[in-house]
């Protein structure tokens, strides 16, 4: 680490998260930043843990919203008895309950909206203390980029924006209001940021179409994810044909095409059925799901693990006892979504997937990023109403499976945390050194 480094401060609502993509994201990005020669100041919520490496500020929202939000994630860290953190995480949204109704009647916004006014204060008092040289915003949360304006606009440091999901997109499913303060914070960060990236080429190509005035300060950096530890674990056939669905489940990314497919595989092959399982871990089963499996008659076939938490016996983290059933998984399942939104996104999981070094199966729609991503690597991706091809896609591991011809990919991810935090440093003091040229804010 250099002898004088070099001090950024960073504004993330989700920081270290386990499990949570927006807090996986920027939190292992801190390791290559300090080795980089920058020491990372970090303004975050409570719902995280704590850090202990870094200088790590823990704040909570102003409105009701955000502080049901935060606190309904924190108790559950606080106390180890499940029923204790229950109760009183009820009571807090009882007593909290009044209020938000209140804020409700009159605001429509993420339930985060108002962290940026904590964010902002403490942020101000930062900035005296330690004169970063820039400023930088990030996450899925808006109020952690409104929160990294104020800043810039009242110190004049450059801002940095690294923008996880799509902040306004077709058929937007929110309300109006949020719509609105989306568009607005857009408007904001590719007028006045200095350096803005997306994660996707689509994501970017699409604000740049909304903003001509973003070209030239716009970028695209691909996250990747860090090398996990998989404390030796090693895949090994089974008795079992596992395959595994990892992270978030919902109406627009359901199981159902899978399930579907599996009918057709389990019609040609009835045998199969008696061995094949579906792991699913990360989160319960959206409705869809559950009417898939209900329809298909798969519920024997279907393994729900939830969540993962800290396992008391073992000190292994909820994130760590997924990656190991990642690694000895025999198939990989990514089921990208359906609607607009996932047209300019790709699922963090992915990066990780790819370090587990075992088959990886995608089912998609209308995304041609991720499907360059799955062919540069070696891995299958069809439509996901493409039934037929993804039956054949599971009797052709089915058949390699027996056979015992599913060895590891012996190949390490491209995609790295280390060379998305280069490119960023690279792309920001190449930025510094022309500094002056965008519209004073």
């Known amino acids: 680490m250099a002898n004088s480094p070099r001090t950024w401060l960073i504004l993330s609502h989700a920081f270290n998260m386990d499990g949570r993509a927006a807090s996986q994201t920027i939190t292992d990005k801190i390791p290559r930043l300090r080795e980089r020669g920058i020491n990372p100041v970090v303004i975050s919520a409570i719902t995280g843990r704590k850090d202990t490496e870094i200088e790590h500020h823990q704040?909570?929202?102003?409105a009701p919203s955000g502080i049901r939000f935060d606190l309904r994630h924190y108790w559950p860290r606080r106390f180890k008895s499940p029923a204790t953190a229950k109760f009183v995480k009820n009571l807090c949204s009882a007593l909290i309950a009044p209020f938000y109704g209140i804020?409700?009647?009159?605001?429509?916004?993420?339930?985060?909206?108002?962290?940026?006014?904590?964010?902002?204060?403490?942020?101000?008092?930062?900035?005296?203390?330690?004169?970063?040289?820039v400023i930088l915003s990030t996450g899925g949360a808006s109020s952690a980029h409104y929160a990294g304006y104020l800043l810039a606009?009242?110190?004049?440091?450059?801002?940095?924006?690294?923008?996880?999901?799509?902040?306004?997109?077709?058929?937007?499913?929110?309300?109006?209001?949020a719509y609105e303060w989306n568009a607005y914070l857009e408007s904001l960060f590719c007028q006045y940021g200095d350096v803005v990236w997306w994660f996707t080429p689509e994501a970017h190509k699409r604000a740049l179409a909304r903003h001509p005035e973003l070209?030239?300060?716009?970028?695209?950096?691909?996250?990747?994810?860090?090398?996990?530890?998989?404390?030796?674990?090693?895949?090994a056939k089974g008795d079992l044909l596992n395959i595994s669905h990892s992270g978030s489940l919902s109406s627009?990314?359901?199981?159902?095409?899978?399930?579907?497919?599996?009918?057709?595989?389990?019609?040609?092959?009835p045998e199969l059925r008696q061995v094949v399982r579906l792991n699913v871990y990360g989160s319960g089963l959206d409705g869809v799901t559950r009417k898939a499996i209900k329809a298909t008659g798969l519920d024997d076939v279907v393994v729900a693990h939830g969540r993962l938490e800290l396992d008391p016996a073992t000190g292994k983290s909820g994130r760590q006892r997924v990656l190991e059933a990642m690694r000895t998984s025999d198939l990989l399942l990514l089921v990208h979504g359906t609607g607009a939104f996932t047209e300019e996104y790709i699922p963090s999981k992915f990066y990780e997937y790819l370090w587990a070094q075992r088959p990886i199966l995608g089912l998609r729609r209308n995304n041609d990023d991720i499907k360059a991503l799955f062919d540069a690597t070696g891995n299958r991706m069809f439509n996901e109403d493409d039934t037929a091809a993804i039956a054949e896609a599971v009797l052709d591991t089915a058949a390699r499976w027996e056979a015992d011809d599913l060895p590891d990919t012996g190949v390490d991810s491209p995609y790295t945390v280390e060379g998305a935090v280069d490119r960023i440093v690279d792309i920001t003091d190449k930025t510094l050194t022309e500094r002056g040229v965008r519209p004073k804010r």
Do not use: C, N
């Open 252 to 269: 627009t990314r359901s199981l159902k095409p899978f399930l579907e497919a599996l009918v057709l595989v389990f019609e040609k092959r």
């Open 103 to 133: 804020e409700r009647a009159f605001l429509h916004r993420e339930p985060h909206w108002s962290w940026y006014m904590s964010a902002y204060r403490r942020g101000l008092k930062l900035v005296r203390k330690h004169k970063p040289e």
């Open 153 to 177: 606009k009242k110190t004049g440091l450059p801002w940095l924006i690294e923008v996880h999901d799509p902040m306004i997109f077709k058929d937007w499913y929110g309300s109006a209001q």
């Open 59 to 62: 704040l909570l929202p102003r």
């Open 215 to 235: 070209d030239g300060y716009g970028h695209v950096v691909l996250p990747g994810a860090l090398k996990p530890d998989f404390e030796g674990m090693r895949y």
